[in-house]
């Protein structure tokens, strides 16, 4: 069984920061690629970033320079520090990874979601 727990959610002000955390338990042989998906109320889903297990980044333009990702091997962790926040980027964000529990092949993950509110 493999979890992704998700924390840091919450409000934030305009121009305001915050940090969420994703960590991933269970059955776990190997994880591949760690990302964050963000969704607003009647909009789709749509990737935030995403990291290789070697560290190689990918960010929608709309958070370059903003938002930063990152990840800890050891404990099965990825980060996604949100720095200069818009209330555009209010939205639930998910966690997703690409995870092998036997060694032979790779299935994608996800956590619950947390909410981020950007508000005054």
């Known amino acids: 069984q493999v979890q992704l727990v998700e924390s840091g959610g919450g409000l934030v002000q305009p121009g305001g920061s915050l940090r969420l955390s994703c960590a991933a338990s269970?059955?776990?042989?190997?994880?591949?690629?760690m990302g964050w998906y963000r969704q607003a109320p009647g909009k789709e889903r749509e990737l935030v970033a995403s990291i290789t297990r070697y560290g190689r980044t990918n960010y929608a333009e709309s958070v370059k320079g903003s938002f930063t990702i990152s990840r800890d091997n050891a404990k099965n962790t990825v980060y996604l520090q949100m720095n200069n926040v818009k209330p555009e980027d209010t939205a639930v964000y998910y966690c997703?990874?690409?995870?092998?529990?036997?060694?032979?092949?790779?299935?994608?993950?996800w956590g619950q979601g947390t909410q981020v509110t950007v508000s005054s």
């Open positions: 997703t990874t690409s995870l092998s529990v036997t060694g032979r092949s790779y299935d994608d993950y």
């Open positions: 269970g059955s776990i042989f190997s994880i591949g690629t």
